[in-house]
Structures are given as C-alpha cells and as structure tokens.
C-alpha cells in the first residue's frame, strides 16, 4: 500500500488565492515532511511537522497535521505565480537506532497559479 | 557553494551498456540516498547510506550497485542498461537518519536508455 497520498492531483488557481492540498497515510509516523519540486528540477524542503505537532508555520505555509485521522494539509495563502509547482509530502517512519528509516513520498499535487 | 551535487545532469545511453552517476554533498551530513523518479513523478528511494555503511536497499535489482568511499560522497553504478532503467535519479543527504531527517536533494539525473 502506498503511504502519503496527495490530493488533488491537480489544482490550478489564480495568483492571491489560497492553495490548500491534502496528504493522508496509512501507518503511524515519526514525522511528515513538505517538499516543492519545480519542473526538471530537485525536490526543496518546505517544512517538517513531528507526530507530536499540530500545526506549523514558515512564512506563506501553513501545515497541519492529524495523527487520529492520519491527514495532512498545506496551505499556501496568497498565491504567486513562482508558487507553481508539484507540491509532495513524505512520511518518516522512523527506524531502530535512529538510522534505520526512510521518507516515502506521495504522488504530488501539481499546482498552476495562474497571474 | 552547491550543497547536494550530482553528475552528469544527463546521461543518454543504450541498451547493455554500464553507466555511473556521481555524488557529492559539502553539508557534512552522515546519510545520503538514492531515489527514482518515474515518468509519473512518483518518487521512490533506492538505498540509504550512513556513514559509509548500506541501510536500506528497496529491492532494486542488483544490476544497481552504489558505493560510498566517504560519507560525502554516494556514486550509483548501474550494469546492463536496461529501457525501464529510464527515469530521472535523484541523491540526496539529510543530517541523521532519526531526529533531523529533513532531505536535501541534488538536481537530479535524467537516464534515457534508448
């Protein structure tokens, strides 16, 4: 089963909107990471929630996340057009000895802003 | 200063030929990675490193072969090309494997096996 699924897949909207995109999971988790990947380029750490957090801020971004329902969302609040990118989340699972784990990404959520 | 650097940025080659791909990360972080991304963008990791030493291999074919002669540096060596070799490979590095898991990613190599 995949863990961290994006959704939408897609959202277009126009610049000085809110763009909210949703991520949910299937296992329990150490903590969930934000990433933007802009087209042919590499992936850009946004910001990392812990299992114990329930929401966070950096700037523009706002996320959430819900352990209970096992969901995440980003919120990007006034939109610009360099916002357009795939957005992805990832869950840590975390490991024994701290060493031993791995991020596994969700599909993305591509997003247009449109100026 | 590029933090997480990987060559080459391209690499077109063809079927059963062995090709490597470079990388270096100048962050002193002790874990480094491999992923693949699909022509779907679905984005999946290889193998982690932590101080030299292999953690996880995501069952990959064992034509992939990486190798790590420091903790800064992970070069992926792949043999026998194959066309579903295809896809864009991404290193990254990220401080610990634990507390700090936060991945920075180099800009990637796009592999077409034709």
């Known amino acids: 089963s995949q863990q961290g699924e994006e959704d939408p897949q897609a959202l277009s909207i126009q610049e000085g909107e809110n763009a909210t995109m949703n991520c949910s999971y299937k296992t329990s988790i150490n903590n969930l990471q934000w990433y933007r990947q802009n087209s042919g380029r590499g992936l850009v750490h946004l910001i990392l929630?812990?299992?114990?957090?329930r929401e966070k801020h950096s700037g523009r971004l706002r996320v959430t996340l819900d352990t209970s329902k096992k969901s995440s969302s980003l919120l990007i609040t006034a939109s610009r057009a360099a916002d357009t990118a795939s957005y992805f989340c990832?869950?840590?699972?975390?490991?024994?000895?701290?060493?031993?784990?791995?991020?596994?990404f969700g599909k993305g959520t591509l997003l247009t802003v449109n100026p | 200063d590029t933090a997480v650097s990987q060559t080459p940025k391209y690499l077109v080659t063809q079927m059963g030929n062995d090709k490597s791909i470079k990388c270096e990360q100048n962050l002193g972080h002790d874990t480094m990675y491999w992923y693949k991304q699909d022509s779907k963008k679905f984005l999946k990791i290889m193998f982690s490193?932590?101080?030299?030493?292999?953690?996880i291999n995501e069952t990959v074919p064992n034509r992939f072969s990486p190798k790590s002669p420091d903790k800064a540096h992970l070069n992926l060596h792949i043999n026998s090309l194959e066309l579903g070799d295809s896809a864009v490979y991404f290193c990254a590095s990220s401080q610990d494997g634990g507390w700090d898991s936060r991945n920075i990613f180099g800009q990637g190599t796009r592999l077409t096996v034709v």
């Open positions: 990832a869950t840590d699972r975390g490991g024994s000895g701290g060493s031993n784990y791995k991020l596994t």
């Open positions: 929630i812990r299992s114990n957090e």
């Open positions: 490193y932590n101080n030299k030493e292999l953690i």
